[in-house]
């Protein structure tokens, strides 16, 4: 992806998430500039042009806590200090988009059950109401789609769980690649 591209779709996000730390429109954008400056020099480090948005939103943030080191008299707002939320949404929305991608790679017949149950949140006897099958055949599925999917995932991301087993951060490898390939 080239410089213009980024600019021309990441522009409007970035000044908004600047000028949510900074709260002055010259400096929001001298930051902005900088930004991109940065992001123009650094773009031939970045190998995995799947993490370009949280790549160069980690740049803003570390542009905007760079300014307020510079002035050293004021005193970094809780605002920036917290931001690792951001990341973690962009992680997530990545892992949430690297799962559909699997899911899709599934026999039919158990992605389509997986794509109601993981992703529409519908349960086994709401999936069995739409499909028409049987609730047992619906929870059969759903099992055997989650346990292929679970081993696809392992072998092609790493995985964290939190304390309820759902899936807290999701980091694909290179192996990633080959496997939404597979039939």
Request: net charge positive; proline share 3%.
């Amino acid at each position: 992806m080239n410089l213009q591209t980024i600019y021309d779709t990441y522009y409007d996000r970035m000044i908004s998430y600047i000028r949510g730390k900074v709260n002055d429109p010259h400096l929001t954008e001298d930051i902005c500039q900088d930004v991109f400056l940065k992001i123009q020099s650094d773009l031939d480090k970045l190998k995995d042009e799947t993490k370009l948005e949280a790549w160069i939103f980690k740049i803003a943030k570390f542009t905007v806590i760079d300014f307020y080191r510079s002035k050293r008299f004021e005193p970094l707002p809780d605002v920036v200090k917290s931001d690792v939320q951001i990341e973690k949404n962009v992680a997530v929305a990545q892992g949430i988009d690297a799962i559909k991608t699997i899911i899709d790679t599934l026999p039919d017949k158990y992605a389509r059950v997986l794509k109601l149950f993981k992703l529409k949140k519908l349960t086994a006897r709401e999936i069995a109401a739409e499909t028409g099958l049987s609730h047992s055949a619906v929870k059969s599925r759903i099992l055997r789609g989650k346990a292929m999917l679970n081993e696809k995932l392992k072998a092609c991301c790493d995985v964290q769980y939190s304390t309820d087993g759902s899936i807290s951060d999701i980091n694909c490898t290179d192996n990633y690649s080959r496997i939404i390939k597979q039939p």
